[in-house]
């Protein structure tokens, strides 16, 4: 019984050996480049928004940051959508305890401003 079972096994995977060995250029993988998308698209603004809350909820600074300026935008298209997002951000006057103001000034002269 055991000398039928290998056998039909050996059957069995002979044909799926034969098919995956026919064209090996389709399981070739791809490369695929980051490409520059367009700063303002409503993706890359809701990524910045996800990214700054993310980054001021781990800090242990005690002001809020915000985001200056989007300075470059890119997206690799995968099984997922890959952003890179170049900011500057700058700190600003609001503590983040009160977290629902999102219209904070920018900070000047600050001694921690570089």
Same mark, same amino acid.
């Given at each position: 019984?055991?000398? !039928? ?5 050996? *059957? ?8 995956? &060995?026919?064209?090996? &250029? %389709?399981?070739?993988?791809? *490369? ?29 600074? %005690?002001?809020?940051?915000?985001? !200056?300026?989007?300075?470059? !935008? ?7 959508? @890959?952003?890179?997002?170049?900011? @500057? ?10 977290? &629902?103001? @999102?219209?904070? !000034?920018?900070?000047?002269?600050? %001694?921690? @401003?570089?």
């Amino acid at each position: 019984m055991s000398r !039928a079972w290998w056998l039909s096994l050996l *059957l069995l995977t002979l044909p799926v050996a034969l098919v995956a &060995g026919i064209d090996p &250029g %389709k399981n070739e993988v791809t *490369l695929r480049t980051f490409k520059t998308v367009d700063t303002s698209s409503s993706n890359v603004k809701q990524c910045v928004w996800f990214a700054m809350r993310e980054y001021n909820k781990d800090s242990k600074d %005690k002001y809020i940051f915000t985001v !200056a300026s989007v300075l470059q !935008a890119q997206l690799r298209v995968t099984h997922c959508l @890959e952003y890179i997002i170049d900011v @500057e951000i700058v700190r600003s006057n609001c503590k983040k305890i009160s977290s &629902g103001n @999102e219209n904070c !000034a920018i900070q000047k002269n600050s %001694k921690l @401003e570089k």
